[in-house]
C-alpha cells in the first residue's frame, strides 16, 4: 500500500457514500405521493396536506444541494491539497504539535463554518420561515454561531490532552484519550440540561398547576422519583416541538419545550412523559451511554494501530506527518465503520422507541400517546411515507405508522 492508492480509496469511499445516500433519498423521495395509510388519515387536513408535500420537496431539493456543494468542496480540497496548505500555515505560527493541531483545525473548523452558514440562513430565514417554523431572530442565529464556535474551545482543549499524551505515551495514548473523553461524555451527560442548555434557551421549573398534578400523580403511580420539570422556551427558535429526557441519578430531569406544552392537552402530556419515564425505566439511558463508551474505546484502539504511520498524512497531501493530519486521514478511512455503527446504533433506537411506547400504554394510556404522536407530526409537517430503506438508514425513531399500528395492538 502506498499514499496514492490510499489516497484513491479516500475519494472512492467518498463518492460511493454519497451515491449510496443520494439514491436513497431519491428512493424516498420517489414515496412522497403515497396514499396515506388508514391509521393516519386524520393527521393532515387537505391544507397541512398540501403544505407537507411542498415542505418535503423543498427539503429534498435543498438537501441536494447542499450535499452536491458539500462534495464538490471536499473533493477539491482533497485533490488540491487544501491539507497541507492549511497545514503550512498552521506551522508558520509554531513548530509545537499542539499548537499546529489547534490552530490546523481551528481554519478547518471555521473555514467550513464560513462556508455552511449561507446554507444554514437560507434554510432558517427562507425555506423555515415559508413553512411558518421558523421564529429565530437574525440575532439570535447569530448569536448561536458565536457560542457554537465557543463551544469548540472545549473539544480543542480536548483535543489538547490527547496530543499531549500522545507525546508521552505514544500508541498507548489511547487508553489515556479514552478515559478523558469518557469523563467528559459522563460530564457532559450528567450536567447537560444545567451546563449547556442555559447557554442558548431559559428553562424553568413547570409551574404548579393541573398539568403538574397529573405528572405527579403519573410519576408516583410507577414509582417514579422526579422532581425536576423544566419548561424550555423552544418558541424562541421554531414553532417545532420536543420533549426529552436527561441525565440519571439526582441529575435526572425532564425537559418539556414550551410549544409542546402549548400544543398538546395535558393527557397528552403525561403520555409523552410516559414513554420518557419508560426509556429511564428501561435503562435504554445507560444503555445509550455504555455503548456510547465502548465505541469510543474501539474507535481510539483502531486509531492507535495507525495514527503513527506517516502513510496516513501522506494520503491527504501532506509531507510532514503529524497526529492531527492522520486525525483527519484516519477519519475519512473510517467513515464506512462509524456508518455501520450509526446504523446499528439507530436501529437499538428504534426497538427502544418501541419499548418506552409500550411502557407508556402498559402504565398510563395508548390513545393520548397515539394522538400526541399525531399532532407532533403534523405540527412538523413530517413524512407520512417514508421508504423502508430510508427509515432504516436515518430513523433513529419508528415511522408514525409503524408506531400507532403496535401501539393499537391488544395483547
Ligand atoms: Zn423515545
New binding site residues.
Given amino acids: 500500500m502506498n499514499s496514492q492508492s490510499l489516497f484513491y480509496i479516500i475519494i472512492a469511499i467518498i463518492i460511493i457514500d454519497f451515491i449510496v445516500e443520494k439514491l436513497i433519498d431519491r428512493l424516498n423521495a420517489k414515496h412522497f405521493n403515497d396514499p396515506i395509510p388508514a391509521d393516519l388519515h386524520d393527521v393532515y387536513d387537505e391544507n397541512d396536506y398540501k403544505k407537507s408535500q411542498a415542505y418535503k420537496a423543498t427539503k429534498y431539493r435543498f438537501g441536494l444541494l447542499t450535499s452536491t456543494f458539500s462534495i464538490v468542496l471536499t473533493l477539491g480540497f482533497l485533490i488540491f491539497d487544501g491539507f497541507e496548505f492549511v497545514d503550512n500555515i498552521a506551522r508558520n505560527f509554531s513548530e509545537n504539535p499542539i499548537v499546529v493541531a489547534l490552530i490546523f483545525f481551528g481554519i478547518i473548523m471555521l473555514g467550513s463554518d464560513i462556508v455552511s452558514t449561507p446554507f444554514a440562513y437560507y434554510n432558517t430565514f427562507v425555506i423555515e420561515t415559508r413553512f411558518g417554523f421558523n421564529k429565530t431572530t437574525k440575532v439570535i442565529f447569530w448569536m448561536d454561531k458565536v457560542k457554537g464556535l465557543l463551544m469548540m474551545a472545549v473539544v480543542g482543549g480536548i483535543l489538547a490532552l490527547i496530543i499531549w499524551f500522545y507525546g508521552i505515551s505514544g500508541s498507548h495514548f489511547w487508553l489515556y484519550a479514552w478515559g478523558i473523553v469518557t469523563a467528559f461524555t459522563v460530564f457532559l451527560n450528567l450536567f447537560y440540561a444545567r451546563l449547556i442548555v442555559p447557554v442558548f434557551n431559559k428553562q424553568t421549573p413547570l409551574a404548579a398547576g393541573s398539568l403538574r398534578e397529573k405528572i405527579s400523580d403519573y410519576a408516583q403511580s410507577v414509582g417514579f422519583h422526579i422532581d425536576k420539570i423544566f419548561v424550555i422556551d423552544g418558541s424562541k427558535r421554531s414553532t417545532k416541538a420536543n420533549a426529552y429526557f436527561s441525565g440519571f441519578g439526582s441529575e435526572k430531569r425532564i425537559t418539556l419545550y414550551d410549544t409542546l406544552v402549548n400544543d398538546l392537552a395535558e393527557e397528552e402530556i403525561v403520555a409523552v412523559l410516559a414513554?420518557?419515564v419508560g426509556?429511564y425505566k428501561k435503562h435504554h439511558v445507560i444503555f445509550n451511554l455504555v455503548a456510547s463508551i465502548l465505541l469510543t474505546g474501539l474507535t481510539l484502539y483502531i486509531l492507535s494501530l495507525f495514527i503513527s504511520n506517516p502513510l496516513l498524512s501522506q494520503a491527504i497531501g501532506v509531507e510532514i506527518p503529524s497526529f492531527h493530519v492522520g486525525l483527519v486521514a484516519f477519519g475519512l478511512l473510517y467513515a464506512p465503520i462509524s456508518e455501520i455503527t450509526g446504523f446499528v446504533m439507530n436501529h437499538f433506537s428504534r426497538k427502544f422507541?418501541y419499548q418506552?411506547d409500550a411502557y407508556a400504554k402498559k402504565t398510563y394510556a395508548a390513545s393520548p400517546l397515539i394522538s400526541s404522536l399525531k399532532k407532533l407530526s403534523k405540527n412538523s409537517l413530517s413524512n407520512l411515507t417514508p421508504h423502508p430503506a430510508y427509515v432504516w438508514a436515518h430513523y433513529s425513531?419508528p415511522t408514525l405508522l409503524q408506531r400507532i399500528q403496535q401501539l393499537k395492538k391488544t395483547f
Avoid: D, K
Fill in positions: 414513554h420518557e426509556h422507541e418506552a425513531h
